[in-house]
């Protein structure tokens, strides 16, 4: 069995989820799973529904829903011509859903089920012109079925095996199963989700549920590039990567992978392919065990980074410092991404400064503190065991008239991480280009 996930620009059009199906219909490809995401732009007028709904603004939110029905209705008719009409009143009961939460105020659960609509409504029209039009044979799978998130969010892997082998039993011969991305059901029995960006978590949870041989997550791009396409001219595709280097890529900035869909296929050694559905024949990256020559393959970028400076005299020659300097941040749910230290001092990030204010008050009781905001987060990614030529060096040389706050090197093989300003990212992204791929 082959997983192959579709991101919301792939079936963003009538258009492009024909070409979605040419990609998926053929009777000689392997069984399949196909995984899709809502179609682009969907998932953020469900967000703003439910924003809508929750400021008390009934009408405004109606205004959007019935706005978003009469779009899908034309896609539909454009995708299905004649058989749109058999569809049409299906694509309704979705919308039902959503015309029935606004009588009455948004509850934390009707908002989840406000937001899982874009991705029934994307399978069902993908799987309506696979059957219908292209007269393929093809499963609608029902996600909430099988997916499954425990009380602590995070997804349930025996569940999700044991239901989706259920799920699958009937249809032992069907070559091909469209589902969706993204939504699932906690703890609770209700409707819920993998988080914004979550489509590819569920391909690659799905795959490890069936022990698939590949996991293909198609996108609009022909692969993680070695720097940010948006900011540097002249990236490439990276051909080949190891799952920790393509976690640390797609944690520190590659926008195209989700950074926790990496871990289920490490744990079951599944390829990861990411593939391109405008150039299908491109090559793409291939993650998998296996991790290509060269030491640093790629840089990438993270925005809205938070440093945190600690100083305090009791540092010195003390113990223990760490430890309740840390438990503060344990406390209030923070994760921390980079951390330096000198006898008396410590520098360290978080990316999310919800709790900041209650964190500093923790931390004023004992130390100096200084913050600075709007910081990134540049990190090398590569075989740095393998680092013979002195690419670290040719880095720093790069990055030599860009003030550098913190550099982190050495904790993993992986990844050198430097914290610089977001005002100068642009300028490192492009000197490290230019010290590190030229051609
Ligand atoms: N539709 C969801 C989102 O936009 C999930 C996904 O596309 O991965 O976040
Ligand atoms: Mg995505």
């Not at 859903?97 to 991705?119: F, I, K, Y």
């Not at 425990?150 to 259920?166: G, H, M, Q, S, V």
């Not at 080949?240 to 296929?265: C, M, N, Q, R, T």
């Not at 993270?302 to 406390?331: C, P, Q, W, Y």
Request: net charge negative; hydrophobic share 45%.
């Amino acid at each position: 069995m082959k997983i192959l996930k579709f991101g919301g620009t792939s079936v963003g059009s009538a258009q492009r989820m024909r070409e979605v199906a040419e990609l998926i219909h053929a009777p000689h490809l392997d069984r399949r799973i196909v995984v899709l995401s809502a179609m682009s732009g969907t998932t953020n007028s469900l967000v703003e529904i439910a924003r809508l709904l929750y400021s008390g603004d009934a009408a405004a939110a109606e205004a959007r829903i019935t706005f978003l029905q009469q779009r899908y209705h034309e896609v539909a008719r454009e995708l299905l011509g004649g058989q749109a009409d058999a569809l049409l009143p299906t694509l309704d009961q979705n919308f039902q859903t959503l015309h029935d939460l606004t009588a009455a105020p948004l509850s934390a659960d009707g908002e989840r089920v406000v937001l899982a609509q874009g991705e029934l409504l994307s399978t069902r029209l993908v799987h309506a012109y696979v059957t219908e039009v292209l007269g393929r044979p093809a499963v609608l799978l029902p996600a909430l079925d099988f997916m499954r998130i425990d009380t602590d969010e995070e997804p349930d892997a025996p569940a999700i095996r044991e239901r989706l082998a259920t799920t699958l039993a009937p249809y032992a011969t069907a070559p091909l199963f469209i589902t969706q991305g993204y939504i699932c059901r906690n703890a609770q029995g209700s409707i819920d989700n993998l988080k914004r960006g979550g489509s590819d978590y569920s391909a690659s949870l799905i795959g490890a549920a069936v022990g698939a041989e590949e996991i293909q997550i198609w996108t609009d791009i022909d692969g993680l590039h070695n720097n940010d396409p948006r900011i540097v001219k002249g990236t490439y595709p990276i051909r080949e990567l190891s799952f920790d280097e393509a976690a640390e890529l797609a944690y520190f900035g590659a926008k195209i992978l989700h950074p926790s869909s990496v871990l289920p296929a490490r744990q079951h050694g599944i390829p990861v392919r990411l593939l391109n559905t405008m150039q299908p024949d491109a090559p793409g990256t291939l993650i998998s065990a296996k991790t290509g020559a060269e030491a640093i393959k790629a840089v990438a970028a993270k925005d809205g980074i938070t440093a945190i400076n600690v100083k305090s005299s009791r540092m010195l020659l003390a113990h223990g410092f760490l430890r309740s300097l840390f438990e503060i941040f344990e406390r209030y749910r923070t994760s921390i991404d980079m951390i330096t230290t000198s006898e008396v001092a410590v520098s360290l990030t978080i990316d999310d400064a919800g709790r900041l204010p209650q964190i500093l008050a923790e931390l004023r009781r004992f130390c100096t503190v200084e913050v600075d905001e709007n910081q990134s987060i540049i990190c090398l990614v590569g075989n740095l065991l393998q680092d013979a030529h002195g690419s670290a060096n040719r880095a720093f040389t790069a990055l030599r008239n860009i003030p550098v706050r913190m550099i982190s090197y050495g904790g993993s093989p992986n990844n050198i991480s430097i914290l610089v300003s977001t005002d100068d990212k642009v300028r490192a992204l492009q000197a490290l280009n230019e010290g590190l791929f030229r051609r």
